[in-house]
Every structure is written in C-alpha cells, then in structure tokens.
C-alpha cells in the first residue's frame, strides 16, 4: 500500500510562488501516476495536474504555463511548481496515486487509490 506525504503550502501573496511536495513510500505499480486535485471552499474537486511512470504530464488549462509538476524518481517524490499564482488558486491541495492514466483518463475517478492529507494554499491579492 501506498503512503503520501505532502509539504509546502503556505499563505503567499499574488504573483508569488509555491513548490508542493508530495512523497511516496509504500510498494507500487511498475506503471503508475500521480496528480494534484485541489479544492476551494464552495467549490468542486478540481484535478490540476497529473504525471505518470512514462514522465507525461497533463494540467487543467487555468494552470497552463504557470504550475509545473515533476517527479524525482530516486526519492519517489513528486513536486508541484506554482508560479505566479493568483487569488483563485487558494485552495486545499491534495496529492493522489493511483493507476497509469494520460490525458482525459486521469479525470476518472477510479484512477486515483491513495491520497495524502492535503496542504493549505492562501494567495492574497
């Protein structure tokens, strides 16, 4: 069973930036991925990026060109680069792993097996 821990949030003005982490321990698939959903109050679950074990990455397009996930494979750990984040990016961040997906795929719900115990994200305009 997968285990995730999460780091990094915080409480930034706008413009500024985050890195997120989110460490993984545990036994896992040999094709596998990983994503962000965040949720802000009075709003709904949103996947904001996923990456999978063949390195492809896909993110919701309000994030396009400003969050930038990776993985370190060597320390099982994936990280969420957030630049130049805005007012409506505050929410609760959670990571998720689950089963390899690409695209549209990662939208499924039953994709995602495990979860961390999500990270506070404030943006201030």
């Known amino acids: 069973q997968v285990q995730l821990v999460e780091s990094g949030g915080g409480s930034v003005q706008a413009g500024d930036s985050l890195r997120l982490s989110c460490a993984a321990s545990?036994?896992?698939?040999?094709?596998?991925?990983m994503g962000w959903f965040r949720q802000a109050p009075g709003k709904q679950r949103e996947l904001v990026a996923t990456?999978?074990?063949?390195?492809?990455?896909t993110y919701a397009d309000s994030v396009k060109g400003r969050f930038t996930n990776s993985r370190d494979s060597a320390k099982n750990t994936m990280y969420l680069q957030m630049n130049n984040l805005k007012p409506e990016d505050t929410a609760i961040y959670t990571c998720?792993?689950?089963?390899?997906?690409?695209?549209?795929?990662?939208?499924?719900?039953?994709?995602?097996?495990?979860w961390g115990q999500g990270t506070q994200v404030t943006v201030s305009s």
């Open positions: 990456i999978n074990s063949d390195g492809k990455t």
């Open positions: 998720t792993w689950g089963y390899f997906c690409s695209g549209n795929d990662c939208h499924s719900p039953t994709i995602w097996r495990t």
């Open positions: 545990g036994r896992t698939f040999l094709s596998w991925a």
